[in-house]
């Protein structure tokens, strides 16, 4: 791929993930590695470099130093696999436990003082009876099927991770 790789966009750059890349940037610096993922805002390619014994090397190319990006192989089932072990999402029991407790406390209280109907059902938050939030009780960990409460819901969560409360 030749061009302003920043500019592409999210639906150009995803046929590029889980391949085996050379990145031409800046003054002819060359790059090599699996892309493992774009970041979306700045168009930036993180690359990883697999080590024979295990373990792996990370590096970010700038998105804006991109010349060109050459897709060098696909990755097998094994090295997808490897890739994706990276970085595991964390998962409900990445928090400590008091943690968890203070932070559904801090979401709840801060969508009661914006109006917003809120009940604790174990460990989900409900909201207005229609949206759940599991944990860690983020902008992402809403799930609902109205999607204009979900979205008001995630802007206030993204609100209370920025301001104090």
């Given at each position: 791929m030749q061009g302003?790789w920043?500019h592409?966009?999210p639906l150009r750059?995803t046929?590029?993930v889980?391949?085996?890349?050379k990145?031409?940037?800046g ?28 373990g792996?090397?990370v ?14 192989q696909?990755?097998d ?16 029991g990445?928090m ?6 203070r ?6 209280r801060?969508l ?6 809120v009940?604790?059902?174990g460990e989900e938050?409900?909201?207005a009876?229609?949206l ?14 109205n999607?204009i ?10 609100q209370l991770?920025?301001?104090c409360?």
């Amino acid at each position: 791929m030749q061009g302003a790789w920043s500019h592409l966009g999210p639906l150009r750059w995803t046929p590029y993930v889980n391949k085996e890349v050379k990145v031409t940037a800046g003054k002819d610096e060359v790059f090599g590695g699996w892309l493992l993922t774009v970041d979306p805002v700045t168009a930036s390619l993180v690359l990883v470099q697999l080590r024979s014994v295990g373990g792996a090397s990370v590096q970010v190319v700038m998105g804006q130093a991109v010349q060109q990006v050459e897709v060098l192989q696909e990755a097998d089932p094994g090295t997808a696999r490897r890739l994706h072990s990276l970085f595991p999402p964390p998962g409900p029991g990445a928090m400590e436990p008091g943690e968890r407790v203070r932070r559904r406390c801090r979401v709840r209280r801060w969508l009661e003082k914006n109006r917003i109907p809120v009940e604790e059902e174990g460990e989900e938050l409900k909201v207005a009876g229609v949206l759940t939030i599991a944990t860690p009780y983020g902008p992402d960990d809403c799930s609902g099927g109205n999607e204009i409460i979900l979205d008001r819901i995630q802007k206030l969560l993204r609100q209370l991770d920025t301001s104090c409360c």
